[in-house]
Nanobody, 120 residues
Framework: VQLQASGGGLVQAGGSLRLACVAS????????MRWYRQAPGKQREVVAG???????NYADSVRGRFTISRDVAKNSVYLQMNGLEPDDTAVYYCYADIRARPGIAVAAYWGQGTQVTVSS
């Protein structure tokens, strides 16, 4: 199983970006999917999450500006980021709890990260 993230880039403050993450490989079911970020010199932090039932949660710092969504048929999760601020600059990682085959335990998988840079 692999997660492939894309969509990062350089944007001015107030701009928007949309991140995408696709899971591929042998997948039976995908449960919670999340986006994390890690800024230079800081710990990795959760940005947003979405459960298999569609429940959403957001970090206080992004609530109202970012929107997480998923496409179950495409094994994908997205992060629409509006009103970007310089403090949003970080490497963004996707994460998923995946059951590869029936009867085996759910395992955690990470994408490779995509850089988001917001200039002031």
């Amino acid at each position: 199983v692999q997660l492939q993230a894309s969509g990062g880039g350089l944007v001015q403050a107030g701009g928007s970006l949309r991140l995408a993450c696709v899971a591929s490989g042998r997948i039976f079911s995908i449960h919670t999917m999340r986006w994390y970020r890690q800024a230079p010199g800081k710990q990795r932090e959760v940005v947003a999450g979405i459960t298999s039932g569609g429940n959403l949660n957001y970090a206080d710092s992004v609530r109202g500006r970012f929107t997480i969504s998923r496409d179950v048929a495409k094994n994908s999760v997205y992060l629409q980021m509006n009103g970007l601020e310089p403090d949003d600059t970080a490497v963004y990682y996707c994460y998923a709890d995946i059951r590869a085959r029936p009867g085996i335990a759910v395992a955690a998988y990470w994408g490779q990260g995509t850089q988001v840079t917001v200039s002031s």
